[in-house]
């Protein structure tokens, strides 16, 4: 159980350091606008919330977070070496006109919601796993010197989506779930880097 953790955490402290070192090269500093954990904890009201259960939460939380930091390199990923291939259009030259549609109707539906944060400007914040895994596939040439197979990238971001959507439905994974979910992020992490 504190291997898989623990390698939870190393993939999470690596992205940790990439944000600093996106952070100090020009990059609009995030941080500034974060809560502490504490004022966190005091504005949800965590503390009248019965114990087992928010314990089990910030279990998930960490692994909220890996899964998190996945999915976002995997966007920066995508958006990095289709801009490199096919220039500043990439979006247009090579999403599907389906994945696009869709990623544009969840900004256009978020954006209507004044009062909320949305996920971001970029349209690839608006995709889902399937769609990422597509763009791949779409755009294999561009994406064959990082992926060993289009199929093995897909079978991890379907055992991502899998554990994704448990957690995001207020589920607890269990360890070997957590466990498998590290393999998976390790072996991306080896393959692709982060």
């Known amino acids: 159980m504190k291997?898989?953790?623990g390698e939870v955490y190393d993939f999470v402290f690596k992205g940790l350091?990439?944000?600093e070192a996106l952070d100090r090269a020009g990059r609009k500093n995030r941080s500034s606008l974060l809560l502490s954990?504490?004022?966190i904890a005091n504005t949800l009201s965590i503390s009248s919330l019965p114990d087992d259960l928010v314990n089990e939460a910030r279990q998930m939380?960490?692994?909220y977070t890996a899964v998190a930091a996945f999915e976002n390199a995997v966007r920066e990923l995508i958006s990095g070496v289709l801009l490199e291939s096919k220039g500043e259009s990439w979006w247009e030259e090579s999403v599907s006109q389906k994945i696009r549609e869709r990623a544009e109707k969840r900004r256009d539906d978020e954006l209507k919601v004044k009062w909320h944060t949305q996920r971001g400007s970029a349209s690839i914040n608006y995709t889902t796993m399937?769609?990422?895994i597509n763009i791949m596939r779409n755009n294999w040439d561009d994406f064959e010197a990082h992926i060993q197979s289009i199929d093995w990238?897909?079978?991890?971001f379907d055992a991502v989506e899998r554990s994704r959507n448990v957690i995001m439905h207020s589920g607890t994974l269990e360890n070997g779930d957590i466990e498998?979910?590290?393999i998976f992020i390790r072996d991306w992490?080896?393959?692709?880097?982060t």
């Open 153 to 156: 990238a897909a079978n991890v």
């Open 37 to 39: 954990d504490e004022e």
């Open 17 to 19: 350091l990439t944000e």
């Open 3 to 5: 291997g898989a953790f």
């Open 189 to 193: 992490v080896k393959q692709v880097g």
């Open 61 to 63: 939380a960490m692994v």
């Open 130 to 132: 399937s769609d990422l």
């Open 180 to 182: 498998r979910l590290g």
